[in-house]
């Protein structure tokens, strides 16, 4: 299952490694267990779209459609696997887009706008981030809806909330990571990087914090980047 998943993502497995991928594969065959998925192809499937979409896509408010068809017990695992995947090929199609191009131009945006002097008045956060997002991957927006991504925004601001973050700078980096990386980025085993920056307990100052998180996540999105464009 590792060398499937290794193939399925090489960025994730050249980043992560071996051990780290087969603790994810563990991780995901145990949340897919609790949506009563057992067989090897609705398992495996799980596991590619946690490479997809985050490894918390089950409870993420830009994929309500996947925690809708995982709960429902109208049909068997096969069956409801059958939809899932349907899904997926549509929502890559329309969102990713052909040779992932829209997904690329998304990280090319996103880059972009982290390296960008943000100024937000704090009562004007969400309409800001909710123009932003439009502009970085208008693709996503018109698949997820408003409803989806206003509930990821305010989210993204809650989490900066809990780590103390007290700009809107920050607050919206988080937001960024979501939209990226998945709504549980913070707790994501394919992106410890995260989790270890928001833990460090070398760093002392959260504003000091929010700005090496910022410095790791244009790294890798670099490196990602990179990755494709010399079509490795």
């Not at 069956?79 to 199609?93: F, G, I, M, S």
Request: aromatic residues 10%; proline residues 6%.
């Amino acid at each position: 299952m590792v060398a499937h998943l290794a193939d399925f993502s090489p960025p994730l497995f050249k980043t992560l490694g071996e051990k780290p991928m087969l603790d994810v594969v563990r991780f995901g065959m145990a949340r897919a267990e609790q949506h009563e998925l057992t067989l090897r192809g609705p398992v495996r499937l799980y596991l590619e779209m946690m490479l997809l979409f985050g490894s918390y896509f089950d409870t993420d408010p830009q994929y309500p459609w996947a925690a809708e068809m995982l709960k429902s017990r109208a049909v068997g695992q096969m069956e409801r696997a059958e939809l899932l995947y349907e899904k997926t090929v549509d929502y890559r199609e329309k969102v990713a887009g052909p040779d992932d191009a829209y997904a690329l131009k998304a990280l090319r945006n996103i880059s972009m706008l982290a390296q960008q002097p943000l100024l937000i008045p704090s009562e004007e956060f969400v309409p800001y981030m909710r123009q932003e997002i439009a502009r970085v991957y208008p693709q996503k927006v018109a698949y997820v809806g408003q409803e989806g991504i206003d509930a990821l925004i305010r989210k993204g601001a809650d989490g900066a909330r809990r780590q103390r973050f007290s700009t809107t700078r920050a607050a919206a980096l988080i937001v960024v990571l979501m939209l990226a990386f998945g709504h549980g980025c913070g707790a994501d085993p394919l992106y410890p990087w995260i989790n270890k920056t928001l833990r460090d307990e070398a760093i002392t100052e959260q504003e000091a914090r929010a700005k090496r998180l910022e410095k790791k996540a244009l790294t890798w999105l670099e490196h990602v980047l990179d990755y494709f464009e010399k079509g490795a």
